[in-house]
């Protein structure tokens, strides 16, 4: 299947500093990206999904200029914490898909681990 | 709103065992399905998926059957090996819409 790629794995930030987290569709073209986030034994929660050359769409309840996604290529959509707190200690999870349709499977990147201390 | 759920949290079954595990749906909207293995610290990775006009396809290893009538969605595992322990999740959709995600079954395999 087609692989899905995240930087960092793992990042340790102090509060109210900024994280940027990478997700690279790396052969293939993702036209629409997610971002979801996994809060330990919980199931993965959408924020926001992002379509190439256009503003994120995100989920209710999540602040968008916190969490600001940029997906400026078919291959790259990026994910920034802005002034991340410990609350935002999470396993943050990519996921690409190659066009929009209804049955086209979505593949997921390896997830990034965020610490917030 | 939407939802999917499962019926147990936790699985624990013997290893060579076949294992199923369980999901309702409450969107009869939903037309295709998912399931997805989570190994603990990474991504969930895709096992097997159906279509809403489909009511069983197999894998290796693996089945998912559809029960369009009760909303009800289940993962059958052949053989279950040591490798299988993860949490599963089903996932569902409406057309081009979101995944939603159920709340996981966690499998642990007694040797």
């Known amino acids: 299947g087609a692989v899905v790629s995240q930087h960092p794995s793992r990042v340790i930030c102090k509060s109210g500093t900024s994280v940027k987290i990478e997700c690279r569709s790396l052969d293939f073209q993702a036209t629409t990206m997610f971002w979801y986030r996994q809060f330990p034994k919980q199931s993965l929660m959408l924020m926001a999904t992002s379509n190439e050359g256009s503003k994120a769409t995100y989920e209710q309840g999540v602040e968008k200029d916190k969490f600001l996604i940029n997906h400026a290529s078919l291959t790259l959509s990026t994910l920034t914490v802005t002034s991340a707190h410990p609350e935002d200690s999470s396993f943050y999870i990519c996921?690409?898909?190659?066009?929009?349709?209804?049955?086209?499977?979505?593949?997921f990147g390896p997830g990034t681990r965020l610490t917030v201390l | 709103g939407e939802s999917v759920g499962l019926h147990l949290p936790t699985l624990s079954v013997q290893e060579g065992d076949n294992s199923i595990i369980n999901c309702a749906y409450s969107n009869s909207a939903s037309d295709y399905f998912i399931w997805y293995k989570q190994e603990s610290g990474k991504g969930p990775q895709f096992i097997i998926d159906?279509?809403?006009?489909?009511d069983k396809r197999q894998g290796q290893r693996v089945t998912v059957l559809l029960n369009k009538t009760v909303k009800h969605l289940s993962l059958q595992i052949a053989a279950t090996q040591p490798g299988d322990s993860a949490v599963y999740f089903c996932a569902e959709r409406s057309g081009a819409q979101k995944l939603v995600f159920g709340q996981g079954t966690r499998l642990t395999i007694n040797p």
């Open positions: 996921s690409a898909r190659e066009w929009s349709g209804a049955y086209n499977e979505q593949f």
């Open positions: 159906i279509r809403s006009n489909m």
